[in-house]
C-alpha cells in the first residue's frame, strides 16, 4: 500500500514538468518551419500583425522587447514584405494603451498613419489571433515578435484558421529574459487548456476592413 502510494505521488509530481515539456515540444516542432529572422527571405503577406508589450519597465527604462518589436515591424515594412500593419494590444485603461502606444512609434520612423490599423482588444495572444482572422478579416498574416511569442502565436492562430508566419524580434539573452521565458512555459500549458475548453476572445466587435 506505502509503495503504491509513493508511486502515486510521483506522478502527481511529475505531470506538470511532463506537461510542460510535450506543450513545449509541441508548439516549437509546429512551429520550426515557419519563423524567419532574415528579411531578405521572408515570404510577403499583406498584414504584419504585432503583438502588443508596455513600453516602459517598472524602473521608468524602455522595455527591450517593446524596442524590439518596433525595429523588427519596420524592418519588415521598408522591405516591402508587409503591406500593412495590424497592433494588436492591450487597451485596459486610458492610462494604458500598447496599440496607440505603438503606432505613435511606428509614425515617429516613417511608416504612414494610414497603414497601420489597431486592435484595441487583444488582451491575450489567442484574442489577438482569433480577432485578426474572424473581426479583421484576415487569411494569412505574418506575427511580429520574440521567437518564442512568435511559435505560440503560430499554433494558436492556425488551430483557428489563421495561416500564420513569424518575424522574430531580438530576443534577451541570460538572466535578462529568464523571468519571460520561464512565465512562456506556463503559457504554453495555457495554449491546450484553452484549446480544450475552446476559450474565445473577451471582445469580437464589428468586422474591419484592412485596405
Do not use: W
Not at 509541441?26 to 500583425?49: E, F, M, Q, R, W
Amino acid at each position: 500500500m506505502k509503495k503504491k502510494l509513493i508511486i502515486i505521488i510521483s506522478i502527481l509530481v511529475l505531470l506538470p514538468f511532463l506537461a510542460i515539456f510535450c506543450s513545449n515540444a509541441i508548439i516549437k516542432n509546429a512551429a520550426s518551419k515557419k519563423n524567419y529572422n532574415d528579411v531578405t527571405v521572408i515570404p510577403h503577406n499583406k498584414v504584419g500583425l504585432v503583438l502588443g508589450t508596455t513600453n516602459k519597465l517598472v524602473n521608468g527604462s524602455p522595455n527591450p522587447y517593446y524596442v524590439h518589436r518596433i525595429n523588427a515591424t519596420v524592418a519588415l515594412y521598408n522591405a516591402k514584405k508587409i503591406d500593412f500593419i495590424l497592433v494588436s494590444g492591450d487597451n485596459g485603461s486610458k492610462y494604458y494603451n500598447e496599440p496607440d502606444t505603438f503606432k505613435r512609434a511606428l509614425v515617429k520612423e516613417g511608416i504612414p498613419a494610414d497603414k497601420i490599423f489597431l486592435d484595441y482588444a487583444g488582451f491575450r495572444t489567442l484574442d489577438s489571433m482569433v480577432r485578426a482572422h474572424l473581426v479583421f478579416g484576415l487569411d494569412r498574416v505574418t506575427v511580429i515578435s520574440q521567437q518564442f511569442h512568435n511559435e505560440r502565436a503560430i499554433y494558436l492562430a492556425e488551430k483557428k484558421g489563421l495561416k500564420a508566419i513569424g518575424f522574430n524580434a531580438i530576443d534577451l539573452e541570460g538572466k535578462a529574459g529568464l523571468k519571460v521565458q520561464t512565465r512562456e512555459y506556463l503559457a504554453r500549458v495555457k495554449v491546450f487548456v484553452d484549446l480544450l475548453l475552446n476559450t474565445e476572445p473577451k471582445f469580437y466587435g464589428d468586422k474591419i476592413i484592412i485596405e
